[in-house]
């Protein structure tokens, strides 16, 4: 009943679920993995760069050879990017935080803990709303005049 009701005062509702396909790609990326993902990031980068001085260390000269150019470039120009996941990663734990204090999800609720049961949530929701909203009306399909014709000689035929 809602859900016709919205219709009769906007049809571009019918197109609900597309303008929701945000929702269901992040059901792909669960944020505390992220963090790890991160964080793993940033130990493999620090144990990179200690391997690397540790063979400074056994050979000096190694610094000036292709070899060791290119690591030192490797290891220096892997900082940045590194720096940005942390920062994206931060402001989304931060939004997603917000979100769930926006819809008061408790701190212990599981929606809120886990980043793959919010979105489960919220496109459960869109499923079902999609599923209440009436159906297109389907257009009677009007027979051609021949096949009228057709069935008209056809009972014709049957009453002689």
């Known amino acids: 009943l809602i859900c016709r009701k919205i219709k009769e005062e906007d049809e571009d509702i019918m197109n609900f679920r597309t303008t929701m396909d945000p929702c269901y790609q992040s059901l792909k990326f669960v944020i505390d993995d992220l963090k790890k993902d991160c964080d793993k990031a940033k130990n493999d980068l620090k144990a990179s760069n200690s391997q690397f001085q540790m063979i400074v260390m056994q050979d000096p000269d190694v610094e000036d050879t292709i070899f060791g150019r290119q690591i030192q470039k490797f290891l220096k ?6 720096e940005e996941s942390f920062r994206l ?14 819809f008061m999800f408790s701190a212990n609720d599981e929606v809120r803990q886990k980043s ?9 929701f869109f499923d079902d709303v999609v599923k209440q909203l009436p159906k297109p009306e389907k257009k009677s399909v009007k027979k051609p005049a021949a096949n009228a014709a057709k069935k008209m000689g056809q009972s014709d035929m049957m009453a002689e």
């Open 116 to 124: 793959e049961k919010f979105f489960t949530f919220f496109t459960q």
């Open 77 to 82: 120009d892997s900082e940045k990017p590194l």
């Open 89 to 102: 990663q931060e402001k989304m734990l931060s939004e997603y935080t917000s979100i769930c204090d926006f």
